[in-house]
């Protein structure tokens, strides 16, 4: 195992904020954007969505947390724009993690441009296509109804340890074939590395994912089973077999994807939920609204952060980016724009806007979207139905993180306990 020692000697020196000679200076904002919104806790969304109204189109921080400066375009229209042109603006290389190592793998498909991508994504669909989903639903209903039956009784849980961090975690786990056992250290890992500040603890979690990841991978070569590494393995592009790189890089980003994200899409749902007790009930009355609710609060709770690197000076709108210049993707800043949505930070689970760019927009599409909203929607459906209205803990202050993939966390939830008599199990949730 790796220790954090060794991995202090592959941690470059952080930078010093640095803002080139081309950004004119009236498109600068030098605050630190994550900090500004995340001071505003349980109404972060709600800040990012007046920075609307207090920031040029396109402007340019000059540090990112501990990456360096970039470009924020704010416009649903300019991201989608962006998103759409991959030549100019290339996903190539703007993940961080191989770089902290000293490594040159790729996050496939994430870090691989068309024509290339489609390869890659190619063999992705069918393992996460809807009928793929559909045949984990049970599973995903199993893991769901456990962990809410190990604390229903109770009267109070905390949200992220209890639930929303090991949900997504069991389900990664029985998808990759891999021991259920591990979900522990597969959250800790994942906090370490997706929500950490600390360079040093990133890149030594880094290195023990990469380290299990390997590992995992070189088992199944030897003994193949019937689960997505396996698949993975015996997969071919362009008529030869996938190098161990490249079927780490997949499993790297699935992980990366696949895990916190879920967690803090939870965090943020459940936190909603449980502050609009009147839009709690209207979900109690009507279950068949919740996929909708769930698609609002994709929206209005947007999570995810990505970064391109522009391949040759462009204009966009009132912004000249020049070669080498990285740009924010922020779904939250497209899914809050008031142009494009009426009253956009409003949770309205009727909204008839426009669709949303949560799960992002053109070719790297979110691939686990349709296992992401049904882990969402059961999620909902089975708290609702096991558990009476739930509230926050008031003692308790809810925490949230602006940074690569917003979060929430000291969670508390609470709701009137069922007489000492009622033992909940998995099987009663189930039923409820
Ligand atoms: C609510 C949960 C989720 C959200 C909000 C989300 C969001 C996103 C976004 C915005 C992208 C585009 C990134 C880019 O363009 O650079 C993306 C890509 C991706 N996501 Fe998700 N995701 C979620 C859940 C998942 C899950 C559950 C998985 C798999 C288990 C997953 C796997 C991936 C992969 C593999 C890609 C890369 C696709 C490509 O490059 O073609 N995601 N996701």
Redesign the pocket.
């Known amino acids: 195992m790796t220790t954090t020692s060794q991995a202090s000697s592959a941690v470059p020196a952080p930078l010093p904020p640095h803002i080139p000679p081309h950004i004119p200076p009236h498109l600068v904002r030098n605050a630190d954007l994550w900090a500004e919104i995340s001071a505003a806790g349980q109404d972060a969304h709600a800040r990012a969505a007046a920075l609307h109204h207090e920031t040029p189109p396109i402007f340019y921080v000059p540090q990112l947390g501990y990456l360096p400066g970039c470009w924020v375009p704010r416009r649903a229209d300019d991201l989608r724009q962006i998103?759409q042109d991959t030549e100019t603006f290339s996903?190539r290389g703007v993940m961080p993690f191989a770089q902290m190592l000293g490594e040159t793998w790729a996050m496939i498909?994430?870090e691989v441009d068309p024509p290339d991508?489609a390869k890659f994504?190619a063999l992705?669909n069918p393992l996460?296509a809807p009928k793929r989903v559909d045949a984990l639903e049970a599973s995903i209903r199993e893991q769901a109804s456990a962990l809410i039956a190990g604390f229903a009784a109770r009267g109070h849980c905390d949200f992220n340890a209890e639930f929303a961090d090991p949900f997504?975690a069991l389900i990664?786990l029985r998808?990759m074939g891999w021991e259920t056992r591990e979900a522990e250290r597969f959250v800790a890992w994942t906090h370490a590395i997706v929500k950490g500040t600390d360079m040093q603890q990133v890149v030594g979690a880094v290195m023990q994912v990469r380290d299990y990841l390997r590992q995992r991978i070189a088992e199944r070569r030897l003994h193949p089973g019937d689960d997505f590494t396996s698949s993975l393995l015996s997969s071919q592009v362009d008529g030869r077999a996938l190098t161990d790189d490249e079927v780490f890089g997949i499993c790297f980003?699935?992980f990366i994807?696949?895990l916190d994200?879920?967690t803090s899409?939870l965090g943020f749902h459940f936190l909603h939920l449980a502050r609009h007790p009147e839009q709690q009930a209207e979900l109690r009355a009507h279950p068949e609204r919740i996929p909708q609710a769930v698609e609002e609060m994709?929206r209005a709770y947007?999570?995810?952060n990505?970064r391109r690197l522009v391949t040759k000076d462009i204009t966009v709108g009132e912004a000249t980016m020049k070669r080498g210049d990285l740009v924010l993707?922020s779904?939250e800043f497209g899914n809050l724009d008031p142009e494009k949505y009426t009253d956009p930070a409003n949770v309205d689970f009727s909204r008839a806007d426009a669709p949303h760019m949560?799960?992002?927009y053109g070719?790297?599409?979110?691939?686990?979207?349709h296992?992401?909203r049904r882990?969402?929607r059961i999620a909902i459906e089975l708290w609702l139905q096991a558990l009476p209205p739930f509230s926050l803990v008031p003692e308790r202050t809810v925490r949230v993180q602006a940074s690569g993939v917003f979060g929430v966390s000291n969670l508390h939830l609470e709701w009137p306990a069922p007489a000492p008599a009622t033992t909940l199990t998995a099987a009663s949730v189930r039923a409820a």
Do not use: D, K, N, Q
């Open positions: 998103l996903s498909p994430i991508h994504r992705l996460f997504p990664f998808l980003l699935v994807g696949g994200t879920v899409s994709l947007s999570i995810v990505m993707i779904t949560a799960f992002a070719v790297h599409r979110c691939v686990g979207s296992l992401a882990e969402l």
